[in-house]
């Protein structure tokens, strides 16, 4: 059944919605001398064939062959000015859109000079409008089929998020200097957009980095790392706890308390020989804690054997071992093309090769 459309126009376009569609699905039919009504923020665009024609700006318009040149030459004057012509209207939003949300549906992995492997999420906001309502139409409903809000949203993230990763990939800063670059970044994220917006027939005004943060996989190698470092030279952090032990058990052993000085000199010696029997034990401790150290400060005897023992063609979980990252992190190499690997039915193989040249790069 034809749906004849005598008066065109959008009265309830959402201040955030950016383009309505009328009708809402298929064709219509607009006759000449139908009443286009184009509201001060709005543009609407006449769609037909996948091609977007013609344009009309705010104001109240009748449609006649004359301001329809796009339109008749696609459907031509068959209709001689009476029978409707099917075509679609899509009304642009011309307001600036702000306060627009981003962010990494699925974390980052980079490389950290610092940490090694990280994964990183990030999420930011930005503010846009439509400068060419005619180029909009025509490369997002046209080339994407994309008209609802929700869908060029994600359509437009998805954009910002790729450059965000490459910008990641070429700025090669470690996690804890990212903090002091975040305009820069900012400023290179909005220069890498502004191309891909504009072919759109967008404009991006503002482009801001909210906050990069590590996955909860990053963030405890972070703590230990920090731990560490608080802890400083392992070997006289034990040093000074085996001397304070010593002393507290010696100071208990001492505090035995009798009657007379027999009784006093009996507890002095018994807390004497517990004293120094604690104190013996203590510098065992010592010894074994400073031993311990020494062995880790020197090389690796059975280094070259424990290499030895490491396949050649390895699993997931072998190389995640081998890296001593999880086996979402090597997924997400492989995924990202960093790390080369072949997949067999399900599984994933990868030669001890590959991942010493990624490892070595």
């Excluded at 999420?123 to 994309?146: C, D, W």
């Excluded at 917006?197 to 801001?208: D, P």
Aim: aromatic fraction near 8%; proline fraction near 4%; charged fraction near 20%.
């Amino acid at each position: 059944m034809a749906r004849i459309f005598d008066i065109v126009e959008a009265p309830d376009q959402g201040l955030n919605q950016m383009v309505y569609r009328v009708p809402n699905t298929g064709s219509g039919d607009f006759r000449i001398g139908s009443q286009v009504i184009v509201r001060e923020s709005q543009n609407v665009v006449f769609f037909r064939d996948g091609k977007a024609l013609d344009t009309f700006g705010p104001g109240r318009h009748t449609i006649t062959t004359a301001n329809i040149p796009l339109l008749i030459n696609v459907v031509g004057l068959a209709f001689s000015g009476r029978s409707p012509f099917k075509a679609e209207a899509y009304f642009v939003n011309m307001r600036d859109f702000i306060d627009m949300k981003w962010g990494t549906p699925e974390p980052i992995a980079l490389r950290d000079k610092d940490l090694g492997l990280v994964r990183l999420r990030a999420n930011g906001r930005y503010s846009m409008a439509v400068s060419e309502p005619q180029m909009f139409v025509a490369k997002i409903v046209g080339t994407q089929g994309l008209y609802q809000t929700s869908q060029i949203e994600d359509y437009l993230r998805g954009i910002i998020i790729s450059r965000l990763t490459d910008l990641l990939g070429e700025t090669k800063a470690s996690l804890f200097d990212l903090p002091a670059l975040f305009d820069e970044m900012s400023s290179a994220i909005r220069v890498k957009v502004s191309e891909d917006f504009a072919a759109l027939g967008l404009v991006l005004k503002q482009m801001f980095l909210g906050s990069v943060s590590p996955t909860e996989e990053t963030q405890r190698a972070i703590d230990e790392r920090a731990a560490m470092g608080a802890i400083g030279d392992m070997q006289k952090y034990l040093q000074y706890k085996a001397a304070r032990a010593m002393g507290d058990a010696a100071t208990a052993g001492g505090g035995g308390g009798g009657g007379g000085d027999v009784g006093s000199a009996a507890g002095t010696g018994v807390g004497l020989g517990a004293g120094f029997g604690l104190g013996a034990g203590m510098a065992g401790m010592i010894t074994q804690a400073m031993q311990g150290a020494a062995m880790q400060q020197q090389p690796a005897q059975p280094a070259a054997a424990a290499a030895a023992a490491v396949p050649e063609v390895m699993t997931l979980a072998e190389a995640a071992a081998y890296m001593r990252v999880s086996e979402a992190d090597v997924e997400g190499l492989i995924s990202s093309g960093e790390l080369k690997a072949r997949k067999i039915g399900s599984a994933y193989r990868i030669s001890k090769k590959a991942v010493d040249d990624f490892l070595a790069e």
